[in-house]
């Protein structure tokens, strides 16, 4: 099956610090990528659509400078926090959904835990 | 009004119960539905997907109600292992790619 490896698992960091994230497809193409954060009790919320070799489409609310998404290649897609502050401190998940028409399923990266000090 | 609204629970049922959750959807442009399933600090793996017909997977019954905008989930005979957060998902238009996520409601089964 479609698999999605995200590292790392774990992050904590000085606040200041940036921060990267890969979310990698495995065993498939993926021409789309999400991001997404969950706070606490919270339910997913949508960052960033990542499109291979275009720039990132971003909710609103989501500063585009302080998460910088790049999507080079159809297996990897990176996103990277700026300057982190404790308030980014949450749990980023990414998902890549396979090529085709019609509905395609995301597959979800296993996630990783960011703590800011 | 919230996107996709679930009831937080939990839910405490004992093995073999039978449990309900109901989810509501404001966007009426909505195509696709599912249900996944969330372990504590893992991510959210799907559960299956909801057709308005109505679908069965094993113990897992969804059903959906375009009219009242309005999804549920059916958990027959509970399983120790079934303990874990459930969200409501929706595709946001009639594209295929966005979802919303409802903040899950929490299922706690006991021996």
């Not at chain 1, 997913?44 to 909710?59: D, F, I, P, Q």
């Not at chain 1, 990277?80 to 028409?101: K, M, N, W």
């Not at chain 2, 998902?89 to 021996?111: A, C, I």
């Amino acid at each position: 099956g479609a698999v999605v490896s995200q590292h790392p698992s774990w992050v904590i960091c000085k606040s200041g610090t940036s921060v990267k994230i890969e979310c990698r497809s495995l065993d498939f193409q993926a021409t789309t990528m999400f991001w997404y954060r969950q706070f606490p009790k919270q339910s997913l919320m949508l960052m960033a659509t990542s499109n291979e070799g275009s720039k990132a489409t971003y909710e609103q609310g989501v500063e585009k400078d302080k998460f910088l998404i790049n999507h080079a290649s159809l297996t990897l897609s990176t996103l990277t926090v700026t300057s982190a502050h404790p308030e980014d401190s949450s749990f980023y998940i990414c998902s890549a959904r396979l090529q085709g028409q019609g509905y395609q399923p995301q597959h979800f990266g296993d996630g990783t835990r960011l703590s800011i000090l | 009004r919230k996107e996709v609204e679930q009831d937080p629970g939990p839910f405490n049922v004992p093995e073999g119960a039978t449990v309900a959750f109901n989810c509501t959807y404001s966007n009426s442009a909505s195509q696709s539905f599912f249900w996944y399933r969330q372990d504590c600090r893992k991510e959210p793996k799907l559960l299956m997907s909801v057709y308005s017909s109505g679908n069965e997977d094993g113990r897992f019954t969804a059903q959906l109600n375009r009219a009242s905008q309005y999804i549920s989930l059916l958990i027959r005979d509970s399983k120790l292992s079934d303990s874990a957060t459930y969200l409501c998902v929706v595709t946001r238009n009639s594209g295929y790619s966005t979802l919303t996520f409802g903040k899950g409601t929490m299922l706690l089964v006991s021996p």
